[in-house]
């Protein structure tokens, strides 16, 4: 089992900035890649950015690239997610995922069934 804490959400205003923490604890071992996803209220969960356990694969949703970055820090197990430029439309609840199956590309962990554990996720209100 692996456990994730979601935290570093609030309110801005558009044009700000966010930095999103997901912090992992348990059988981090089996994890090939790490996750962040964002549901609007009355929306489908849309995958955002992903990032491999190790070594230096990314892949980002076309909405976020040049805003968002993502990147992690594998002696504390966190994942960070860099949010800037933020626009009203990127408010959403932000949910970390972790995923134990290896897929040759990174662009095979955009796909929100292959992730194995998720975490609660943290509110990020964007105001105009």
């Known amino acids: 089992q692996v456990q994730l804490v979601e935290s570093g959400g609030g309110l801005v205003q558009a044009g700000g900035s966010l930095r999103l923490s997901c912090a992992a604890s348990g059988r981090t071992r089996s994890t090939y890649a790490m996750g962040w996803f964002r549901q609007a209220p009355g929306k489908e969960r849309e995958f955002v950015a992903t990032?491999?356990?190790?070594?230096?694969?990314?892949y980002y949703a076309d909405f976020v690239k040049g805003r968002f970055t993502i990147s992690r820090d594998n002696a504390k197990n966190t994942v960070y997610l860099q949010m800037n430029s933020l626009k009203p439309e990127d408010t959403a609840v932000y949910h970390c995922?972790?995923?134990?199956?290896?897929?040759?590309?990174?662009?095979?962990?955009?796909?929100?069934?292959?992730?194995?554990?998720w975490g609660q996720g943290t509110q990020v209100t964007v105001s105009s």
């Open positions: 990032i491999r356990w190790s070594g230096s694969g990314t």
């Open positions: 995922a972790a995923s134990n199956r290896p897929y040759p590309s990174t662009a095979n962990y955009s796909v929100r069934g292959r992730y194995d554990y």
